[in-house]
């Protein structure tokens, strides 16, 4: 059974441009979350939905991110404009019952 | 505000000894605790957890401690392997509306096993 699958692994791009992460999580999971991991601040929950609902979206820095599930197999994390601060690792999760929650391998992005 | 803390950040163990990590949380609603471990250019893997009504759970050579009233959970390992050298995650879950999904992570401990 394959994992969470994360892409692209690696993104490096300018600043302004937009920026599209993209995540499908384990089949019949009902939760899927997005995270984005620094040295100062470590993982931190960015959004989270169930049932392709989001729930959650009180961890989204600001305005220039979004993030959409369209069904229940893919979902999308967009930053618009892209700004160097964002640049860290974002990682996929998701879980059948909430707290024991699976990881894909993570997009790295670095913003210029 | 950080309501889980992983006041260290790297650990070195000799292996064959035990590996100790720790991690303080601050919010009294949190009732469920796990351990995430982490591989370079891997995402976190879900190790061993605890709910706040037990005290101690053991797997294997991984044991995690709870004390509520010290708001306070370590992680043993023993004996360490060569394998064991990741960075290791606490988090917990349950405050708040949102329930047991939402997970709080700390800062990590990146643990290094000297062979």
């Known amino acids: 059974d394959a994992g ?7 993104e490096v791009t300018e600043m302004g441009q937009e920026v599209t992460l993209r995540c499908k999580p384990i089949s ?38 979004s993030a959409k599930m369209p069904n229940a197999s893919f979902s999308t994390l967009k930053i618009q404009p892209s700004e160097p601060r ?15 929650q699976y990881f894909g391998p993570g997009t790295r992005l670095t913003v210029t | 505000d950080q309501q889980v803390k992983q006041n ?7 292996e064959g000894r035990i590996s100790i990590l720790n991690c303080d949380y601050t919010n009294s609603m949190f009732d469920y605790f796990l351990w995430y471990k ?12 605890i709910s706040s009504i037990k005290d101690k ?16 959970l370590s992680l043993h390992i023993v004996p360490s392997q060569p394998g064991d050298s990741a960075v290791y995650f606490c988090a917990a879950s349950g405050a708040g509306y949102f329930g047991n999904e939402k997970l709080t992570f700390g800062t990590g401990t990146r643990l290094t096993i000297i062979p």
């Open chain 2, 57 to 72: 759970n053991e797997d294997g050579r991984f044991t995690v401690f709870l004390n509520k009233s010290a708001k306070h």
């Open chain 1, 28 to 65: 019949g999971h009902d939760y899927l979350f997005w995270y984005r991991q620094t040295m100062m601040r470590g993982l931190e929950l960015l959004i989270y939905f169930n049932n392709n609902v989001p729930i959650d979206d009180s961890g989204m820095p600001e305005d220039r991110f």
């Open chain 1, 86 to 100: 964002d640049s860290a690792v974002y990682f996929c999760a998701s879980s059948l019952v909430g707290y024991e």
């Open chain 2, 8 to 14: 260290s950040p790297s650990l070195s163990v000799q």
């Open chain 1, 4 to 10: 969470v699958i994360q892409s692209p692994r690696h």
């Open chain 2, 38 to 49: 982490k591989y370079p250019a891997e995402g976190p893997t879900f190790l061993i957890s």
